[in-house]
């Protein structure tokens, strides 16, 4: 079993940055995936990047967001700079084995969501 663990979010205004973390309870080498997806209120959840050896970005988020990870600390990071209010959703991070998947059905393990909000 594998816990997940986010943390970083919070209010900002239009144009700020955020680096929201993902702690895992287990070693998570370069064999799992780790996304993140977001939800906003009224809307489905979506991909926004995920990692592996290369990374991967939805379209609206890339030149501004930035994932990496950290196996030594289990930690996966996403960077978000020029936010914009739009961004505003609640950021979950998953893992699966093998390679990422843009699907969030295909991910086995979340954690509990942390709340980043944009104001204008």
């Known amino acids: 079993q594998v816990q997940l663990v986010e943390s970083g979010g919070g209010l900002v205004q239009a144009g700020g940055s955020l680096r929201l973390s993902c702690a895992a309870s287990?070693?998570?080498?370069?064999?799992?995936?780790v996304a993140w997806f977001r939800q906003a209120p009224g809307k489905e959840r979506e991909f926004v990047a995920a990692?592996?050896?290369?990374?991967l970005y939805r379209d609206s988020v890339k030149g501004r967001f930035t994932i990496s990870r950290d196996n030594a600390k289990n930690t996966v990071y996403l960077q978000m700079n020029s936010l914009k209010p739009e961004d505003t959703a609640v950021y979950s991070c998953?893992?699966?084995?093998?390679?990422?998947?843009?699907?969030?059905?295909?991910?086995?393990?979340w954690g509990q969501g942390t709340q980043v909000t944009v104001s204008s």
């Open positions: 998953a893992v699966r084995g093998g390679s990422p998947s843009f699907g969030s059905q295909d991910y086995n393990y």
């Open positions: 287990i070693f998570i080498g370069n064999w799992y995936s």
């Open positions: 990692i592996r050896a290369d990374a």
